[in-house]
């Protein structure tokens, strides 16, 4: 056997295999992944959606919220104030954004076709793709820290194992071996279809949720009161530049950024929605009461154990190794600091592998349809950690975590562009024949490129790149209208996008065709129900059989638009 044919034999080995049947073509632009979902496959009620985000609330970050505003002088009713605004907006930017997909059951890998072009959307495709790497190997070391604490827990001598690594490596063996455990455990996890996600998610809100109010409630017990913390009132430098409401509007805009990347492609998960109420019952109660109250038990619990060890600890891993003196604590504070530590550690796990690890799957799939699927992006994605190195970032690059944590300055544009096209532009219509095939395309535009849309992106970004550079250099006396841009960065970025993506469209028209969609349900993606308030006619017509074959067979052999308009109705 020749080598050309070994490698094509290979090729046709790794090459994902679908149902055409049920339109599962894999090709350059589809594969079963990111086809319009059918029916069968939207399985997510709104305790799944409440799941998804309460993993994202019960987690390390948002339980230390309040500290980043009470450092900076800000009182404990301001520090809420933010909590409470920055929730309420992170709902509903998220609803915005996910629409797409509730309605058209697309993710956000194909969402960016009809916006950048079918080729272009591999510029947003590709951010998605560095920041899941990155965040999915942060995540699986902050897991790791607390898998340390559970072994110490059982092993209270692990906390004393000697340092094995030289001094050129920035952590030690106790922390490494944290990390390898928790990936390893993570791992089969990710075999997991995303319709499955239902039982993890009840398992780890439970256990999580009760374990966080346990907590709270005991150390507010064990010291009598909350503490002075509870009561701090606003502290604020005399020599600070920026007044308490500049800080707050800084302290929302940081909020919804740091959530950004999440928000973004929210419509990779709304399209498994079995219906729109159920992800905006799910999301909204989950992102407003369960992102509050943690942030609000670990103020509580934060400051009631400053009583108890007079001193003030933000970081759990850091708190619970007190709690059982570092392992020399009696059975019963290890027992309890295990049940917590292991708690913390699973959210952290699902809260990886949905919001990175799967993310990063889909975006995967995206870019290399014919040979990834979800599971294969999400493995690749996972085992990407090795080669980031996420202890060289934790120890030594906090300008770079800063930089990523401010990555919502491109991200927002992006947004700006998805809700103008959509809801504006295009008045929610979509022709899905279009996305998945560029012959004929109307999403094809110049080569694959809507020059439009990085022109409108990058007048997004271009005011507040100048304060996000500053503030990661950490500047001794910034220019004060570039910190204030920068404090406002998610708002602004968004709404100039979005402004500039119109007024492009309205000055540069050309054959947008803005309002087109199919006449047939040609993926065989929409209930009868659905199929009736679009105006498109369903498969499940026996009337139409005849003409969805036919539409199948242009689809298949080029455009679209060779099928007789005479069979299936005038253009919408």
Same mark, same amino acid.
């Given at each position: 056997m020749t080598l050309r044919s070994r490698l094509r034999s290979l090729e046709q080995t790794i090459r994902l295999k679908g149902d055409e049947a049920r339109h599962e073509q894999t090709d350059a632009w589809s594969n079963r992944d990111i086809i319009p979902l059918?029916?069968?496959?939207?399985? #997510?009620? @709104? !305790?799944? !959606?409440?799941?998804? @985000? %309460?993993? &994202?609330?019960?987690?390390?970050?948002? #339980?230390?919220?309040? %500290?980043?505003?009470?450092?900076?002088?800000? %009182?404990?009713?301001?520090?809420?104030?933010?909590?409470?605004?920055?929730?309420?907006?992170?709902?509903?930017?998220?609803?915005?954004?996910? @629409?797409? &997909?509730?309605? #058209?059951? +697309? &993710? !956000? =890998?194909?969402?960016?076709? *009809?916006? @950048? &072009?079918?080729?272009?959307s591999y510029v947003p495709l590709l951010q998605r793709i560095l920041l899941n790497f990155v965040w999915n190997a942060i995540q699986c070391w902050t897991g790791g820290r607390l898998i340390a604490v559970c072994i110490t827990a059982i092993w209270p001598s692990f906390a004393r194992i000697p340092n094995t690594f030289g001094p050129n490596m920035p952590t030690t063996t106790h922390e490494f071996v944290g990390f390898v455990v928790f990936w390893f455990f993570s791992t089969p996890f990710l075999w997991l279809r995303p319709e499955k996600f239902k039982m993890p998610f009840l398992m780890v809100c439970t256990w999580c949720g009760i374990g966080m109010l346990s907590w709270m409630t005991w150390s507010v017990v064990a010291a009598g009161g909350v503490g002075p913390l509870w009561h701090q009132g606003q502290r604020i430098p005399e020599d600070s530049q920026w007044s308490a409401s500049w800080l707050m509007v800084a302290g929302i805009n940081q909020m919804v950024g740091a959530i950004a990347a999440g928000i973004t492609n929210g419509s990779d998960f709304s399209r498994y929605a079995r219906a729109p109420k159920d992800y905006v019952v799910g999301t909204v109660s989950s992102c407003i009461i369960t992102g509050v109250l943690v942030s609000l038990s670990g103020l509580v619990t934060v400051s009631a154990s400053q009583k108890l060890y007079h001193k003030v600890y933000w970081n759990p891993p850091d708190l619970l190794m007190v709690m059982m003196d570092s392992g020399n604590g009696p059975w019963t504070s290890r027992a309890a600091v295990f049940l917590l530590s292991a708690g913390f550690a699973f959210t952290a796990m699902f809260e990886n592998i949905c919001g990175n690890a799967v993310a990063g799957?889909? /975006?995967?799939?995206?870019?290399?349809?014919? *040979? +990834? /699927?979800?599971?294969?992006?999400?493995?690749? =994605?996972?085992?990407?950690?090795?080669?980031?190195?996420? #202890?060289?970032?934790i120890n030594r690059a906090q300008t770079f975590i800063s930089v990523l944590s401010s990555f919502s300055v491109f991200l927002a544009p992006i947004m700006g562009i998805m809700a103008c096209d959509y809801y504006v532009l295009r008045k929610r219509r979509l022709r899905l024949s279009h996305l998945y095939n560029p012959q004929g395309s109307y999403y094809w535009f110049w080569h694959g490129i809507n020059w439009r849309t990085p022109v409108a992106w990058s007048l997004g970004w271009a005011p507040t790149i100048g304060g996000l550079i500053v503030t990661v250099r950490q500047d001794a006396d910034p220019p004060r209208l570039l910190v204030q841009l920068y404090y406002t960065a998610f708002v602004v970025g968004f709404f100039t996008s979005a402004f500039a993506f119109y007024a492009l469209n309205v000055l540069f028209t050309a054959a947008l065709q803005l309002d087109q969609y199919d006449d047939v349900d040609v993926y065989g993606t929409f209930t009868a129900e659905e199929a009736k308030k679009l105006g498109i006619t369903s498969v499940e017509d026996a009337a139409v059989v005849g003409l969805r074959a036919a539409v199948e067979g242009a689809a298949t052999y080029g455009s679209i638009e060779g099928v007789d308009r005479k069979r299936i109705g005038s253009t919408r």
């Open positions: 059918p029916p069968s496959r939207r399985t #997510w009620g @709104w !305790f799944n !959606f409440f799941g998804f @985000w %309460s993993i &994202g609330s019960l987690n390390l970050a948002n #339980w230390q919220g309040p %500290s980043i505003y009470l450092t900076q002088g800000l %009182s404990v009713r301001q520090a809420m104030f933010i909590l409470i605004v920055g929730r309420l907006l992170i709902s509903a930017f998220s609803a915005l954004i996910a @629409w797409c &997909g509730l309605e #058209w059951h +697309i &993710g !956000f =890998t194909v969402q960016n076709r *009809y916006s @950048w &072009g079918m080729r272009a799957g889909i /975006d995967l799939a995206g870019v290399f349809p014919r *040979y +990834i /699927d979800i599971r294969r992006g999400a493995i690749i =994605t996972f085992v990407a950690a090795w080669v980031v190195q996420p #202890w060289q970032l």
